[in-house]
């Protein structure tokens, strides 16, 4: 909720600082909350999820890993390659503070009554 300073009589708004600008596109967030609900997901059960293409996925993969919030590990099933995802503990911090800043926002804002 937004607070009314009562020396000043304006409204502050919640900072913005804690959103974390990695996890602003929905994409890199969808990422990251589904593997923190699962140990790891394979590539191709993420892009199931996400309903995105091979070649966004994976720069967003990417960006992701570059940060250190996700860890992967290659293997072998009947002889296709499978990558998998986890989150790092990085990035379960990271999700953990977005989520409460963004909540902090949504809460801010105008009530739907």
């Known amino acids: 909720m937004p607070r009314r300073n009562s020396e000043t009589g304006t409204t502050e708004w919640p900072s913005l600082k804690g959103l974390d600008r990695l996890l602003e596109h929905r994409i890199r967030l969808g990422v990251c909350v589904l593997l923190s609900r699962n140990d790891a997901l394979s590539f191709s059960r993420l892009k199931e ?4 293409t091979d070649g966004s996925l994976g ?5 992701l890993e570059e940060a250190g919030y996700l860890s992967l590990r290659r293997e072998f099933l009947d002889r296709k390659p ?6 790092t503990r990085a990035g379960r911090a990271s ?7 963004l909540h902090e926002v949504i809460q801010s ?3 739907a009554g």
Not at 82 to 87: G, H, P, Q, R, S
Not at 95 to 101: D, I, Y
Request: aromatic share 12%; no cysteine.
């Open 59 to 63: 720069a967003h993969l990417r960006k």
């Open 95 to 101: 999700l953990k503070s977005h989520l409460a800043a």
């Open 82 to 87: 499978v990558t998998w995802y986890a989150l």
């Open 109 to 111: 804002g105008p009530s």
């Open 49 to 52: 999820f996400l309903k995105e």
